[in-house]
């Protein structure tokens, strides 16, 4: 079971590297939560107190998980000597780049932005 603070690291800090199998694993994990929230609001009684309380968590998961998947992508790209700002091209093309990335190999060894993968740098 992971640490408290390395999934914080995980999924809010852009340093470090991640593998191919975690990006697709955290990025599908953030799928699902989006999912289910916006399951639940639409579930939900119309005008309602519910709906609102849904409609609220489904909003802050959507910008949550925007800055989630930046983070993610971010790590993702330093596995193969990338910078992490070019992660900010997620928000124009998240959806595409999930299924891309995972089958893009990293570097072997240490890098710049870390020594071994699926480590915080």
Do not use: C
């Not at 992971?2 to 191919?20: A, H, T, V, Y």
């Amino acid at each position: 079971m992971p640490e408290k603070n390395q999934l914080f690291w995980l999924f809010f800090s852009l340093k470090g590297r991640i593998s191919p199998g975690v990006y697709f694993l955290a990025g599908l994990l953030l799928l699902v939560v989006r999912g289910f929230l916006l399951y639940r609001l639409a579930l939900s009684p119309q005008d309602s107190a519910e709906q609102a309380d849904w409609a609220g968590a489904f909003l802050a998961a959507v910008f949550i998980s925007m800055w989630s998947n930046i983070a993610l992508t971010g790590k993702r790209l330093h596995d193969f000597g990338k910078p992490a700002p070019w992660a900010l091209i997620t928000i124009i093309v998240d959806f595409t780049i999930f299924f891309v990335l995972p089958f893009v190999k990293g570097d072997p060894g240490p890098n710049k932005y870390g020594t071994r993968t699926n480590a915080p740098a």
